[in-house]
């Protein structure tokens, strides 16, 4: 059955078509488009409260960024925290965001309600996914990346999805994205994996991920953990719900009545289909990392070769809903992650993340004059923000990782497992660079000997009182968790003495975009004039985030589009009762 109504069609070029008697092939209360985090959690939300929801996907699989991510979320006053006796509270949580967040500049997206809300709601929204029987803990030990700050917490407010076995999933197994981790692990527990020859409990926890490996084998299970973990137990409740979920079906336009939202145009056997949204449109597709026309216009310096967002990040719902008059912020932001490309690394590798590279002991980052700018340790998004910083000054990308012998047999290094093989194609590429003398090294990255030496030596001697005069690496919590948790006095403080010497490029990648649509305190998508574009809520890193220009701590891009999704539904449902 149709219905007829006289609405405005934008088409895919922008340009307005007026239609006097309009039919919408089909109808429903609410359509998601996309199907990261954010998007399926306010798909949840929905249906739990009795309404219809169709979820569009305009690729084949299901999960977005999110399911290749780590899927930690960052959620204050978490019922975790109050359980294990810490000391936690919204008035601690709001002391820290507004010490971190609270003086920045041209942020909108970021303002003092909406992050009084998101610190009030994400634990809400918590509840409301434990309520689905989606199992969920916090992580023991993840430092907030500014813990030194007021109302910082060095344990952290990060928790995450537990193991599940996507085999519930049937069918649908094979229409998710897949996650990045390829053994049944927590992400805290893989981290300590490489220090399984040097510590009797990173041992004992590789013995048990094999048990689980084994138990799996002979219970014909399929565990994932991680993003994947979270996005596939999303998209098991929403099967026990009868979601109404379509994948191939790209989102081309919004249909806007009398300035109002009022459904979308897909696509449904090849040829375009108009869809009806009684209580509104939400928006969670992702932002623009793939798209590097926009990464030029807002992100000059970077490349959609460096990012890890999946494949469908190309911004064209932040231009729909621009067209519409949506107000555009925080464009210029990412969620910045080092990383290094080895010889045959693919989009998205896995063994492309530098993160933790250069904060372990026996290493340091280097621009292209041989100096040390920065310190190697902290937020991954304020790195490469400090890594395109120096390159207005100076060439930093790529800046050069440098690390002496010791490293390659204690750490991982770009996938390969301490003392490993390095393959000999990374040395004759050119892409890893070794030499007996930093002097030697020095000439190999046509970098000053004097100034390398003189930089290394200036360093050695913060490690050897214990104190990073310039950059006051070691200080922060982060920074430890980062580094060795064997190596003492501090964790990521060592020397780089013992030849041979590597160098290896790093280039400020990322996890996705930052910026996007601006958004009010119940996820509504706003003009620049402040007003409401009714019909049109946004989650995700389709939207200007309400941190800002900062990162919290892990999980400060997965748990607001969460949230957020959650809020726009409970309000889009609120709204109509």
Request: proline letters at 5%.
């Amino acid at each position: 059955m149709t219905c007829q109504q006289s609405i405005n069609i934008t088409s895919t070029k922008g340009e307005r078509v007026e239609t006097a008697n309009n039919t919408f092939d089909e109808q429903t209360d609410f359509i998601v488009v996309g199907t990261g985090g954010g998007a399926l959690c306010g798909a949840l939300t929905m249906l739990s409260q009795g309404n219809q929801v169709i979820v569009l996907e305009k690729s084949s699989l299901v999960g977005g960024t999110t399911a290749r991510s780590g899927g930690v979320m960052w959620i204050p006053n978490n019922r975790f925290l109050l359980r294990d006796g810490l000391d936690e509270s919204e008035e601690r949580a709001r002391t820290y965001l507004e010490a971190l967040c609270g003086e920045q500049q041209n942020t909108p997206g970021s303002t003092p309600l909406r992050r009084q809300t998101y610190i009030t709601r994400a634990a809400q929204m918590l509840e409301f996914l434990l309520q689905q029987g989606i199992d969920i803990d916090r992580y023991r030990y993840w430092p907030d990346y500014y813990d030194e700050l007021p109302g910082g917490l060095s344990v952290g407010r990060s928790v995450g999805a537990k193991l599940f076995d996507i085999n519930q999933l049937g069918e649908w197994k094979q229409r998710m994205v897949p996650g990045f981790m390829p053994y049944p692990a927590m992400v805290d527990e893989a981290m300590q994996m490489p220090y399984f020859k040097r510590s009797p409990k990173a041992f004992w926890l590789c013995v048990k991920m094999v048990g689980r490996a084994l138990y799996a084998k002979l219970t014909g299970k399929h565990y994932v953990s991680a993003g994947a973990a979270l996005q596939a137990r999303q998209l098991h409740a929403l099967l026990r719900m009868e979601a109404d979920l379509r994948t191939d079906s790209p989102v081309s336009s919004l249909i806007e009545q009398n300035s109002q939202i009022v459904g979308v145009v897909t696509v449904k056997d090849g040829k375009p289909w108009r869809i009806g949204a009684r209580l509104g449109v939400l928006v969670g597709a992702g932002g623009f990392a793939h798209n590097q026309s926009m990464r030029d216009q807002y992100l000059p310096g970077t490349s959609d070769l460096w990012t890890s967002a999946a494949p469908t990040d190309t911004g064209e719902m932040i231009q729909e809903m621009a067209r519409h008059g949506a107000q555009l912020a925080q464009m210029d932001e990412m969620v910045g992650n080092q990383c290094t490309l080895p010889p045959g690394s693919k989009r998205g590798d896995i063994r492309a993340t530098a993160q933790s590279i250069t904060a372990k002991p026996h290493a340091i980052l280097v621009d292209q004059t041989g100096v040390r700018y920065m310190n190697e340790g902290g937020s991954y998004m304020a790195f490469c923000k400090g890594m395109l910083q120096r390159n207005q000054a100076e060439a930093a990308v790529p800046s050069w990782g440098i690390f002496d012998s010791r490293y390659l047999k204690k750490y991982m290094f770009a996938g390969i497992m301490p003392g490993g093989k390095i393959p000999q194609e990374w040395f004759d590429s050119g892409y890893l660079k070794k030499a007996d003398s930093l002097a030697e090294l020095a000439s190999l990255l046509d970098l000053s000997p004097d100034t390398l030496q003189a930089t290394v030596e200036r360093f050695n001697g913060f490690v050897a009182k214990n104190h990073d005069d310039d950059f006051q690496r070691g200080e922060r919590a982060y920074d430890r968790w980062l580094g060795d948790p064997l190596h003492k006095p501090n964790p990521t403080l060592g020397t780089l003495e013992k030849g041979p010497f590597y160098a290896f490029p790093v280039v400020p990648g990322d996890v996705g975009t930052y910026g996007g649509v601006v958004t009010d305190e119940h996820a509504r998508v706003l003009r620049a004039d402040g007003s409401v574009i009714a019909g049109l809520y946004a989650t995700g890193v389709s939207t200007a985030s309400v941190m800002g220009r900062y990162y919290p701590g892990a999980g400060s891009s997965v748990g607001p589009s969460m949230t957020w999704g959650y809020v726009a539904a409970r309000h889009a449902a609120e709204k109509d009762a």
